[in-house]
């Protein structure tokens, strides 16, 4: 994971692009699955930013912390497809020492409007590999006592491996959701507690690199130029890829 961890003692080095490279040595041993204290204010607060809550996909056996996931389908306003975790934020992640800013966050993925959430597709991982990234980003601060923050980028293993056979993703970025309204980021809980809303990005092999060589604010900067946006769409540009060659 990159760039930051909560445990400095599995530091690996730098990268030219200045991230802090980690590996992680194993999983912290695993507690019995924790509440879910505010998935009504997590509910609430999807669908008065977002939209109508579609439906839920519901974890029957959890590891450490229940990780559901809501669809929003595509509205008027924004014709694509939101899906929203809750249960991340049950337990506060291991911020560094001095860190600011609240340790508990839910993610967000944006898909194509016409992507596939019925229960025969998802038996297909090319239509179900969105829920298992979510689930993967949202439990990883948990089992490896780390967190999750800005400009972080996730490869899948090691070494990377495409989500499924249909897609070239082989890592994400966390960023703050481009396709919801500025105050979807922020939840403030009845208990004084805040919640933040992150969105992951699947990115290319090459956007991964380009992120690590030359840091957030180049791959942020040909994103842009790409007009990529948050959409998890196997279609888009290639922000990497000049039209000659890489970077």
Not at 164 to 178: C, E, H, K, M, Y
Not at 195 to 204: D, N, R
């Given at each position: 994971m990159s760039p930051h961890s909560g445990n400095p003692d599995d530091e690996q080095g730098i990268a030219p692009g200045g991230s802090r490279l980690f590996r992680h040595g194993g999983q912290r041993s695993r507690d019995a699955t924790v509440a879910a204290p505010h998935i009504e204010e997590i509910s609430r607060h999807i669908e008065t930013h977002l939209g109508e809550i579609g439906g839920v996909f519901q974890e029957i056996v959890s590891d450490g912390v229940r990780i559901d996931v809501h669809a929003v389908p595509p509205t008027v306003e924004l014709p694509c497809l939101r899906l929203v975790t809750s249960g991340m934020s049950d337990l506060p992640m291991a911020m560094p020492e001095g860190m600011g800013g609240p340790d508990r966050m839910e993610l967000m993925i944006t898909l194509p409007a016409d992507w596939r959430t019925d229960q025969t597709s998802f038996q297909d991982e090319n239509w179900y590999w969105p829920i298992r990234l979510l689930k993967f980003l949202a439990r990883l601060p948990h089992l490896y006592d780390t967190w999750l923050g800005f400009g972080h980028t996730i490869p899948n293993g090691d070494p990377p491996a495409p989500y499924?056979?249909?897609?070239?993703?082989?890592?994400?970025?966390?960023?703050?959701?481009?396709?919801?309204?500025?105050?979807?980021?922020?939840?403030?809980?009845?208990?004084?507690?805040?919640?933040?809303?992150?969105?992951?990005?699947?990115?290319?092999?090459?956007?991964?690199a380009l992120k690590l060589d030359c840091g957030t604010d180049a791959l942020l900067e040909r994103l842009d130029k790409r007009k990529a946006g948050d959409i998890a769409d196997p279609r888009r540009a290639n922000a990497a890829k000049k039209r000659f060659g890489l970077f």
């Open positions: 499924a056979s249909n897609v070239r993703f082989d890592g994400a970025i966390i960023l703050p959701p481009l396709s919801a309204p500025d105050d979807f980021g922020r939840l403030e809980l009845e208990d004084g507690g805040t919640i933040v809303f992150m969105t992951a990005l699947p990115l290319y092999p090459e956007e991964m």
